[in-house]
């Protein structure tokens, strides 16, 4: 649920009420970006400049009950952006010694990489496409709803569903070939959001 009290706040040039705001969503904002990605460096970045953009054009917001999905419309597109500049973006595996200790940061880089099986689905997820990565991602871990989604994407609601299925089919092919016979069921989410079909 979105604090609109907070976001008129911001949009009346309030600094303190803009650090809450980044407190708030900085840590799902920099994993989104992570997992898009796949490199910390890059989405450090990403943050960053969705931030930078959003205290910028946060006056432009006209519903703040929207920012959700207006901010995650700025975060894809920077992060789509900086993935297409880097010739060749190499998806690491993030091992929680190695990251840089960041307060309110550091604890959901720990989650995604937290054991084996998340990083073989993470893998997965990177060989997708970058919309049907995008859309699962947002779907899957972001918790987003087909219209959501639609709207950060500027697609149909038809064409969310349609990148959902396709990336579900072709996510439990390539879990099915790992060692352990992983399945896609273990995706946050998945056990509460079987069908896609019938939102």
């Known amino acids: ?58 006056k432009k917001l006209r519903t703040p009950e929207l920012f959700q999905v207006w901010f995650n419309r700025l975060l894809v597109r920077i992060s789509w952006r900086m993935a297409s500049r880097e010739r060749k973006v190499i998806y690491e595996s ?13 604890d959901v880089l720990e989650v995604v990489e937290a054991n ?15 919309p049907l990565r995008t859309t699962m991602i947002l779907y899957y871990y972001n918790d987003m709803s087909v219209k959501e989604i639609s709207q950060i994407m500027n697609c149909f609601q ?19 070939s790992k060692p352990g016979n992983l399945s896609i069921r273990m995706m946050p989410g998945c056990l509460k959001k079987e069908s896609v079909t019938h939102e």
């Open 1 to 58: 649920m979105v604090d609109t009290g907070l976001i008129k706040r911001c949009q009346q040039g309030e600094g303190e009420a803009f650090d809450e705001l980044y407190q708030t969503y900085a840590t799902k904002a920099l994993r989104t970006a992570y997992l898009l990605v796949g490199n910390k460096n890059i989405a450090e970045d990403i943050m960053q400049e969705a931030f930078f953009e959003c205290y910028r054009d946060i």
């Open 94 to 106: 993030l091992n929680a010694n190695d990251m840089e200790r960041l307060p309110d940061r550091q």
């Open 116 to 130: 084996q099986e998340s990083q073989v689905i993470r893998q997965a997820i990177n060989k997708l496409s970058i």
């Open 158 to 176: 038809g064409t969310v569903k349609s990148r959902l299925l396709n990336g579900r089919k072709k996510l439990a092919r390539e879990l099915k």
